[in-house]
């Protein structure tokens, strides 16, 4: 059954592209340690096009994942794409044989993690190709010019229709908006780490995505206990509740929760239909202060 509401659509600045603002992330398709492929393959085919039958329109991936493995199931299950559905995938990272997770950010390693992406996605040109700067959960102060400029070129070449930035300072995202536009940001948030409450607000003012990673990610028990009381109090689950309170923090929020299961897959879609009282997104704010 389709989800009506998947959190109202966001249009990419200085595109055509609209999405829904709540999508998928398809790290969790691949197998454990996001490595090898899954146990059960048609389970993660089964997952995308529940996804999109829903109206999901809106994918998250890398070629990084598995390596390989969730583009390749990508393509199995959508190829031919629909119109709308938009795909956007990530470079500056590669997989070490020991499951490692490298950093790949030199020109020539960007140049071929694009042609992997596209490769293994069947298509000719990527919708949107996410930088992947910083470390795991933080920017690291540093220029991105020789990336950007790298990407850009390929922009140019018309392989990647736009550019976005993952990990990234409010400075890097200046230095790169002066090399090609940038239509989204990744970067870790959720509503107990609040480091970028005032650039997801400078973002939306410039009518630029900005899409949180791990919503669940790096809470303190204190933090997680008011969580769980206010979900519990919803009849929500925790995640629920925190991914209906990304989509209220601000409209140019977009998400991709992952799940390799078709039942917690209907569970995420479904917070798009929370409606938060102002009681409990009273309650929400405060965690970000609660240590």
């Keep these: ?47 995308l096009r529940e996804a999109v039958e829903s109206g999901v329109n809106h994918i998250d991936t890398s070629d990084f994942y598995g390596p390989h493995v969730t583009n390749q199931i990508i393509k199995q299950a959508l190829h031919p794409y629909k119109d709308g559905l938009v795909i956007v995938t990530k470079v500056g990272a590669r997989r070490g044989a020991d499951k490692s997770w490298p950093h790949a950010r030199s020109p020539q390693e960007l140049i071929e993690a694009v042609h992997d992406n596209l490769r293994n996605l069947g298509l000719d040109a990527l919708d949107v190709v996410n930088l992947r700067m910083g470390g795991f959960s933080e920017p690291v102060e540093g220029t991105i010019a020789p990336q950007m400029e790298a990407l850009a070129e390929l922009q140019r070449k018309g392989l990647i229709k736009h550019i976005g930035v993952s990990t990234v300072s409010a400075t890097q995202i200046k230095e790169a908006q002066g090399i090609a536009p940038v239509v989204c940001v990744q970067n870790l948030y959720n509503v107990a780490q609040r480091g970028d409450d005032a650039l997801v607000s400078d973002l939306a003012e410039q009518g630029i995505a900005y899409v949180p990673y791990f919503p669940l990610g790096g809470f303190t028990p204190l933090q997680s206990g008011v969580l769980d009381d206010a979900a519990k109090e919803m009849g929500k689950t925790p995640m629920q509740v925190a991914l209906a309170w990304l989509l209220h923090r601000s409209p140019n929020v977009l998400l991709i929760p992952g799940t390799g299961s078709v039942g917690h897959l209907r569970e995420n879609l479904s917070a798009a239909e929370i409606v938060l009282s102002p009681e409990v997104i009273a309650k929400l704010d405060a965690i970000g202060a609660a240590k």
Excluded: C, E, H, I
């Excluded at 966001?10 to 595109?15: A, I, K, M, V, Y």
């Design 1 to 47: 059954m389709a989800t009506k509401n998947l959190g109202g659509s966001f249009t990419f600045p200085g595109t055509t592209m609209t999405v829904n603002r709540m999508g998928y992330g398809a790290m969790q398709l691949a197998g454990p340690g996001v490595w090898g492929p899954p146990k059960d393959v048609d389970a993660a085919v089964a997952v």
